[in-house]
């Protein structure tokens, strides 16, 4: 195990994290992370950013992969609303033979040997624990335990990120301590390019088709001011993709499936409302009118005049289209015969 000795105490020091991730798309939020903690010359201070945005949207991955590129030990410390300040700082454990051992929490042991400390969920820890923070966040740049008696000062090379979700199972941060928390960087949905190719990141066997599809319906989501993430993405196309593996089920029943399992009924009967429903609209029109025994001047096109506006179509995938085009061959035959 490794440890430090400081003002005489010896402290243990934590495990740096270690994750397979790699950020894709919004170079802006990106950007702003690695100025805020810059340091431009020996007066210069680094800054601890917050960010901030919607759960599940990519804010630990964005701190994380921003770390990691800057060639630093990460060390990522998960707040939750029992972390208390010796949590965050120095814990007092009893050994074997029954002598105090003093463990460095991910915080200080980054504080320690110049590493990034990302607190994550920072808003679910209540104020004591952030009020011992202060002076670390300011230019004192040090943190006090009581427990251990010491003083433990940040090396140069120490950064500071603090993530926050804007839901509801959370405290406010005190004022003093966001004040200290700056600057703000705010994660924002991903456009539908970047979030179809967040998801092929994460599931470079998935079927194109899958990923085109769930990331239309996750833009259409975020375009709704739906609740649906990245995050609710990636768990819908994974599941989507094991369930198709399996076979004995189409695409479509794979992602509704998945929808319903990784999601709910509500993002089930959104997803059929806005991503299918025109298109299925368009081809059982296309039924009827075959049913009726349809003229050979309605072929696809007035069908889907008659269905839905052209435009709809841009997004129809090759088979869809397809699907819809041998309907209306098959009508035309049809009337060829007759
Ligand atoms: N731009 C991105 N690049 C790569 N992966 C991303 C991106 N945005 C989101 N993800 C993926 O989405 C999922 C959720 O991301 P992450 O855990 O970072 O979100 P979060 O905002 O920290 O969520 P929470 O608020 O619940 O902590 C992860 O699988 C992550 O890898
Ligand atoms: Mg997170």
């Not at 431009?40 to 680094?46: F, H, R, T, V, Y």
């Not at 990460?74 to 010796?86: I, N």
Request: hydrophobic content about 40%; aromatic content about 6%.
């Amino acid at each position: 195990m490794d440890s430090m000795l400081i003002q005489g105490v010896e402290l243990i020091l934590s495990q740096a994290t270690t994750m397979d991730l790699t950020w894709v798309g919004n170079k802006e939020v990106k950007r702003q992370l690695e100025a805020a903690w810059l340091i431009l010359s020996n007066k210069d201070l680094p800054m601890s950013p917050r960010i901030v945005g919607k759960p599940g949207i990519g804010k630990t991955t964005l701190a994380y992969c921003v770390a990691e590129e800057m060639s630093q030990a990460v060390y990522l410390f998960q707040c939750t609303v029992d972390t208390r300040p010796e949590d965050l700082l120095v814990t007092p454990v009893i050994g074997a033979n029954q002598n105090i051992r003093y463990h460095a929490s991910p915080l200080v042991t980054a504080m320690l040997k110049g590493g990034i400390c990302i607190l994550d969920e920072g808003n679910r820890m209540g104020e004591k624990s952030w009020a011992s923070l202060a002076p670390l966040l300011d230019m004192r740049r040090y943190v006090e335990s009581l427990v251990a008696g010491i003083k433990i000062p940040a090396h140069p090379e120490f950064r500071l990120a603090v993530t926050m979700n804007e839901d509801a199972s959370t405290f406010d941060v005190p004022d003093y301590i966001q004040s200290r928390l700056q600057p703000q960087i705010e994660v924002g949905f991903p456009s539908q390019e970047e979030e179809l190719a967040i998801l092929e990141a994460h599931l470079p066997e998935a079927p194109a088709d899958i990923l085109g599809i769930i990331s239309d319906f996750l833009s259409r989501s975020h375009e709704e001011n739906r609740a649906y993430t990245t995050r609710d993405g990636v768990n819908l196309a994974r599941y989507a993709v094991k369930l198709l593996h399996l076979g004995q089920i189409s695409q479509e029943e794979a992602i509704q499936q998945a929808l319903l399992q990784t999601m709910d009924s509500h993002a089930l009967d959104f997803y059929l409302e806005n991503c299918v429903g025109q298109k299925e609209e368009a081809i059982s029109r296309l039924h009827e009118l075959l049913l009726l025994g349809a003229p050979s001047a309605l072929g696809l096109n007035e069908v889907l005049n008659l269905g839905v506006n052209d435009e709809s179509t841009d997004d129809w995938s090759d088979s869809e289209l397809s699907d819809v085009s041998d309907l209306a061959d098959f009508a035309d035959d049809d009337l060829d015969e007759d």
